[in-house]
């Protein structure tokens, strides 16, 4: 007898397929890199309501300064298109930028939003920093906590939430249209897969995420929030298809089962460095980009774990 995840895993696979995918939307990337990033912009065209996923807050860890320049360029397409946004959209809880979410709706509006899974890192990393008990592990700092299967508009598009943890115990794509928004569940095919080694990580659970993702149509745009030009590759790249993973992808192509996968992504996580802005990032981002209140001198500070050898 299959177990009950299992059979909700078939499910949802045998739901995909014979979900029709509707109209295409406009879209927009901008790529940082800095970070490694691309944030994109999506819109209806009729409407011009707007959504901003995995957007950029700038920070350089050697002087401690935040900037904008990365918010500031998605503020200028959005005034050039003359767009309204509705949704600043939070694939997870990224640990290798600062989100530029919180800046961006002070500017554009907008809700931000993640997965209700947010709570299990906000607990980790809460304790981690030790935030103490005005840091609200309930994710409330969010606008909106999303479950999967979820559905939002933005103007006359359809958009769907896929739950697909792995990478974080709290990723989320979004359908939106004829694409998919997949943060950092897969990679171009030439670099593979996201890293399962960080708090609530897994490498199983990663693998059945993306053939969640890969069971849609071969013709599906799959959107992606890094690339890092892998084996001499001389351009970033951050649009792929459905068809172009399932054939070449390197961890993760048709044929490849899941003990397979389990066992080549937790052998690369072993060699893997932590991140370099992953203390920074984590300090922000699970406060839905607040940066930390000033302490009695009038300054913000951002805490480094120490771990002694």
């Not at 961890?251 to 389990?262: K, L, M, P, R, W």
Request: net charge negative; glycine share 8%.
């Amino acid at each position: 007898m299959e177990h009950a995840a299992d059979a909700n895993f078939l499910t949802a696979l045998e739901q995909v397929r014979t979900t029709p995918i509707p109209c295409a939307p406009e879209i927009r990337t901008l790529f940082d890199e800095a970070t490694n990033t691309a944030t994109h912009v999506v819109w209806h065209r009729g409407t011009r309501r707007a959504a901003i996923i995995d957007s950029v807050l700038d920070y350089d860890p050697a002087s401690g300064r935040i900037s904008t320049e990365s918010a500031e360029r998605v503020v200028d397409l959005v005034r050039t298109e003359a767009l309204t946004v509705d949704w600043l959209l939070e694939t997870h809880v990224h640990a290798d930028h600062l989100t530029g979410a919180k800046h961006l709706q002070k500017i554009l509006g907008g809700a931000i939003c993640i997965s209700r899974s947010v709570v299990r890192v906000q607990s980790v990393f809460g304790d981690l920093f030790n935030a103490g008990v005005t840091f609200l592990r309930d994710g409330s700092a969010f606008d909106r906590l999303f479950d999967d299967g979820d559905r939002f508009s933005i103007g006359g598009l359809n958009a769907t939430v896929l739950h697909v943890p792995g990478h974080t115990p709290a990723d989320i794509a979004y359908v939106i249209g004829d694409a998919i928004f997949v943060g950092d569940t897969i990679f171009m095919p030439d670099w593979g897969t996201a890293r399962t080694d960080f708090p609530g990580g897994d490498a199983r659970t990663l693998y059945r995420s993306i053939r969640r993702l890969l069971a849609y149509p071969e013709e599906t745009i799959l959107y992606l929030c890094h690339d890092y030009k892998p084996d001499g590759r001389d351009d970033y790249r951050w649009r792929t298809t459905v068809g172009e993973e399932r054939r070449t992808n390197i961890h993760v192509h048709d044929g490849v089962d899941e003990d397979s996968f389990v066992a080549v992504r937790s052998a690369r996580d072993a060699t893997l460095p932590v991140p370099r802005l992953f203390f920074p990032s984590l300090h922000v981002n699970m406060r839905a980009g607040r940066l930390p209140e000033p302490e009695d001198n009038g300054r913000r500070y951002l805490k480094i774990p120490i771990a002694l050898a």
